[in-house]
């Protein structure tokens, strides 16, 4: 009977590991898809995979090319339907991805149904809707995307950034070097050239006591180039799943924040150390073996072939990837070969974490999904119906046998042991459960102030977890939320736009002083007497703050020996600037109120005049209004919008870059672009808004109408019950049916 009983759970779980047999045109009736204002999509599914065939279907209708884009560079084809500026670099990205393939290959299998349900659907929903628009696409588009296709774009693998850095330093120390020793892991690019310094997050998470509802409340508040690809969507699949959040653009259920009518999250990036750098002694004659615990260990080498676009011809180029069992070969010398090995390298279940996460329905089920520990980073901050509210500091970081290299220095391994093994568990990483005060809060510094009352020690991690750092934009959340204070979900939403410039309450008074004791004249005297009056805000109407940001950088980069203003912001006050800058450094000790004050009083007046004569320069005056020149601008829409960096103290965050039409203004490039507010009670009630609308298609009607709400400092109502989507309704059908249901 016994055995009778585990055969039968056994075949039970093999019939629950089957995805369904249906076929692609049959899961259209299987799905409704209802858009609501702002043609933000509620999709109404029987099963997990007719949902994610309705996310793929959905997603090429307002993205198109670039949801299939992403595909084909998954599938490391990029290269041999395109003609590239430097196909030799081309060929080194395509032959990266077919590993990461290889791998999604090979783990696919591992994967839950419920995972794989909706990645195949996904594929799917993208192969009908090429099949019903050809002519949307390239002819050499074809329907024949894989479930295996969407893994691969979420298969973890090591920081470009890491190994940039320490090939710089080989560079630097060995600067004859060939470069052919760099391996191709090497040679790959860091990613977007234009994301900013300052890209990352706020969130904010409060408990009933602080609410005048007595309802929690969780702000999730995202800052990343306005081509980051945010998607708003509503996900409902009887007895699984009710969610709605943001789907990232190319996948059904990549990286995921958002609520169901249980709980919610908002994620924050973080930038934990989780990788190592390691020389290992090359054997001496025997150039493709290494030595390790006296041992000699042959290399794995693996030949990968590429095919690109040659012409009207297609070209084969081949590369070669060296590994060994600790992590793969970046670089080699001739008495070392050298290793990253990364956390997270090769982990493939982050999709399953997140579709986990978003079935939960109690922070205990939250938690448990959390213990897949297989998303590599970012901050986690939680609010729930039942009045909890939950942080964690998000990371897989490796325990060290030894001090870190810090990704510039390779740590010499000879013996085993001395290479890390395991990571630190997930129970064991900062977090904080309803704490005193009834706040959390994070905006990408580390952990230790998430919560004022429950300060944490720097003494009791690793010396591999960050030191404290509470910069400008953390420390004007805290002013904003860490009181006594009771908030309405409005009040929240009034508050996350707050456009003061901190860093202007903490160094203006000195500057208007140094400027008046030298007895100043003429506009100089007029402008400083502007800046006195001014409310210390990036608000649209105000007067002041362009001077004040021309100013401080010319105070930096004078402070800098005049050299280009640092790349990484200086003006929180806890970098080695910082003596430069302010009377009163950042200070553990007051971590709330410093940096305060300037250090030099007179390369401020030197910085000031330059300021006021090259304002009205640049932008025609140093009096013109924050938002004459700051534009929130899409296609024929433009709009004044009010705020700016955050390591200026700017809690509303916007970057900016030259307008494309007037060189006198600037246009919103990234920063604030996803905002919603969520207040969990019987039934949640959310407000939202995605600055750059539901569609990156010009003739969309949902492709900038979102835009004037964002500039305004407005959110729009989210229909989460069904009775509000019949309200909100503009459409209703069933995605790959050529009729509509009403």
Not at 224 to 231: H, I
Not at 436 to 455: K, Q, V
Not at 715 to 739: D, I, M, S
Request: proline fraction near 6%; charged fraction near 25%; charge should be negative.
């Amino acid at each position: 009977m016994k055995y009778r009983l585990v055969i039968g759970i056994s075949m039970l779980w093999l019939f629950l590991s089957i995805p369904s047999i249906v076929s692609a045109q049959s899961l259209s009736d299987q799905v409704i898809i209802r858009r609501t204002a702002y043609g933000v999509p509620h999709i109404y599914a029987d099963n997990l995979r007719a949902a994610g065939y309705a996310m793929g279907y959905l997603q090429l209708e307002d993205y198109g090319t670039r949801v299939v884009s992403d595909l084909v560079q998954a599938r490391g084809e990029w290269g041999r339907y395109h003609t590239v500026r430097n196909p030799e670099a081309q060929i080194d990205e395509d032959a990266a991805a077919l590993q990461r393939h290889v791998r999604a290959s090979e783990t696919y299998p591992l994967l839950h149904v419920d995972t794989r349900d909706m990645l195949q659907g996904f594929a799917e929903g993208v192969n009908r809707y090429i099949e019903l628009h050809p002519e949307e696409f390239p002819s050499w588009i074809q329907p024949n995307f894989s479930g295996t296709d969407v893994h691969a774009k979420g298969v973890g693998g090591h920081s470009n950034a890491s190994v940039k850095r320490f090939i710089e330093q080989q560079k630097q120390r060995h600067k004859l070097e060939s470069e052919a020793n760099y391996a191709v892991w090497a040679r790959l690019p860091l990613g977007d050239e234009k994301s900013h310094p300052d890209d990352g997050s706020n969130a904010w998470a409060l408990a009933p006591s602080r609410t005048t509802s007595g309802k929690a409340i969780l702000l999730r508040n995202p800052h990343l180039s306005w081509g980051a690809g945010y998607y708003e969507a509503h996900m409902i699949v009887p007895g699984k799943l009710n969610f709605y959040g943001d789907f990232r653009i190319g996948s059904p259920i990549g990286i995921i924040g958002g609520f169901n009518e249980y709980l919610g999250w908002s994620t924050t990036n973080n930038y934990p150390d989780i990788d190592e750098i390691y020389a290992l002694e090359i054997v001496p004659g025997c150039p493709d073996h290494f030595l390790l615990d006296g041992i000699a260990h042959p290399l794995e080498k693996k030949e990968v072939t590429v095919a690109y676009k040659e012409g009207d011809a297609v070209g084969k180029a081949k590369r070669e990837f060296v590994s060994t069992p600790f992590g793969p070969v970046i670089h080699r010398d001739e008495r070392h070969i050298y290793i990253i090995r990364a956390a997270g390298d090769g982990e493939y279940r982050t999709s399953e974490q997140f579709l986990r996460m978003m079935m939960a329905r109690n922070l205990d089920e939250w938690k448990e999904a959390m213990r897949l520990h297989a998303k590599t980073t970012s901050n986690f901050t939680y609010a729930d119906a039942k009045g909890n509210i939950f942080y964690v500091w998000n990371a897989m970081v490796p325990h060290l046998p030894h001090s870190s290299g810090g990704d510039t220095v390779a740590v010499l391994a000879t013996r085993t042991d001395q290479i890390w093994k395991t990571i630190v568990p997930w129970d064991e990483l900062p977090q904080l459960t309803n704490p005193e005060g009834g706040y959390l809060r994070n905006e990408n510094d580390p952990f230790h102030y998430t919560n004022l009352n429950a300060i944490f020690d720097p003494a009791d991690f690793p010396v591999n977890f960050p030191e404290p750092k509470l910069r400008l934009r953390s420390q004007h959340s805290l002013e904003l939320i860490a009181n006594e204070r009771k908030f309405s979900l409005e009040d929240v939403i009034r508050q996350k736009h707050s456009k003061r410039m901190l860093l202007a309450d903490r160094v203006k008074d000195d500057l208007v002083a140094a400027v008046k004791r030298v007895g100043a004249t003429g506009e100089v005297a007029k402008a400083i007497d502007l800046l006195d009056g001014w409310d210390n805000t990036s608000a649209a109407d105000s007067r002041g703050g362009l001077l004040f940001e021309i100013w401080w950088h010319r105070y930096l980069r004078l402070s800098n020996g005049g050299n280009t203003v640092p790349s990484t912001p200086v003006s929180a006050g806890y970098s080695a600037e910082a003596d430069s800058l302010f009377a009163e450094p950042w200070s553990p000790e007051r971590p709330t109120t410093t940096p305060n004050g300037l250090a030099s009083p007179s390369r401020a007046v030197d910085a000031f005049e330059w300021a006021v004569e090259n304002c009205k320069k640049e932008f025609g005056s140093w009096d013109v209004r924050w938002g004459d020149v700051h534009r929130a601008r899409m296609g024929s829409k433009e709009y004044p919008v009010g705020g700016g960096s955050g390591d200026m103290g700017n809690f509303r965050v916007l970057n900016f870059e030259t307008h494309q039409e007037h060189k006198q203004k600037r246009q919103v490039s990234g920063g604030d672009c996803w905002i919603l507010a969520i207040e969990f009670g019987d039934t949640p009630r959310a407000y939202s808004v995605l600055a750059y609308g539901q569609s990156n298609q010009t003739d969309s009607p949902h492709y900038n109408d979102q835009l004037e709400l964002f500039a305004n400092d407005k959110l729009k109502p989210v229909a989460f019950t069904e009775e509000a989507v019949k309200q909100q309704l503009l459409k209703e059908y069933r995605p790959g049916k050529a009729e509509s249901i009403n």
